[in-house]
């Protein structure tokens, strides 16, 4: 099946600051997500981004399908950002995640 | 709408038992998906759904799990008999045709003691 992997797995960030998280996978796909979970469990759809670029406020992501990759951006991060962020990606709908991003944010 | 509800949000029970968690979709998706996640293994699909019909199920782990969806409203998934390595929390996800982002239940979560 197809494999995912997610860098960097652990990341520490002063509020304010920006960051880049990678998706790598190994096949093509024809779906790929982008999910927050925040500290409570809940996972929350971000982006749905098989290619292209993508902006919702402060989070953007952009999927280069030919280079079997996708970032995710976030900039002037907030405490509220913290959690586990996954990609996950499909060729139709069996839909794979990563092992995640973790991320906090410190005020 | 109210989003992907799944009911209990908590449960826990004795090895050996039955256990039922449920899932209502939102309401005009089509696909539904049922996931597990743990610490060793991360988010693993079991089963999904088109129209009410089960398309893939190989991610299933064993026979004591079953998962049926008698009408586009509502899915079961079903343990029997329970076994302490199937505590996790288990959520369902819905989509549909055309809109491919997932929306997923609160979760949840099992305990088997």
């Known amino acids: 099946g197809i494999q995912v992997e997610q860098s960097p797995p652990d990341l520490i960030l002063q509020e304010g600051a920006n960051s880049t998280l990678r998706c790598n996978f190994s096949?093509?796909?024809?779906?790929l997500q982008w999910f927050h979970q925040n500290p409570w469990g809940q996972l929350i759809n971000l982006f749905y981004?098989?290619?292209g670029t993508k902006q919702n406020g402060r989070l953007s992501a952009t999927t280069v399908a030919t280079e079997r990759y996708s970032l995710l951006y976030i900039s002037s991060s907030q405490t509220t950002d913290s959690g586990v962020y996954f990609c996950?990606?499909?060729?139709?709908?069996?839909?794979?995640f990563g092992a995640g991003t973790r991320l906090t944010v410190k005020p | 709408d109210a989003g992907v509800i799944q009911s209990p949000r908590h449960e826990v029970t004795e090895m050996g038992q039955e256990v039922t968690l449920r899932c209502k979709p939102i309401?005009?998706?089509?696909?539904l998906f049922w996931y597990r996640q743990t610490m060793m293994r991360g988010l693993e699909l079991l089963i999904y759904?088109?129209?009410?019909?089960?398309?893939?199920d190989s991610g299933m782990p064993e026979d004591r799990f079953s998962a049926k969806m008698p009408n586009a409203s509502f899915s079961t998934l079903k343990i029997q008999p329970s076994e302490p390595r199937d505590s996790a929390v288990y959520f369902c996800?819905?989509?549909?045709?055309?809109?491919?982002?997932?929306?997923f239940g609160s979760g949840t979560r099992l305990t088997v003691v």
């Open positions: 996800a819905s989509s549909s045709t055309g809109n491919y982002g997932y929306t």
């Open positions: 096949d093509s796909v024809n779906n």
């Open positions: 981004i098989p290619s």
């Open positions: 996950a990606v499909a060729y139709n709908n069996d839909m794979r």
């Open positions: 309401s005009g998706h089509d696909y």
């Open positions: 759904f088109n129209n009410n019909v089960p398309i893939d």
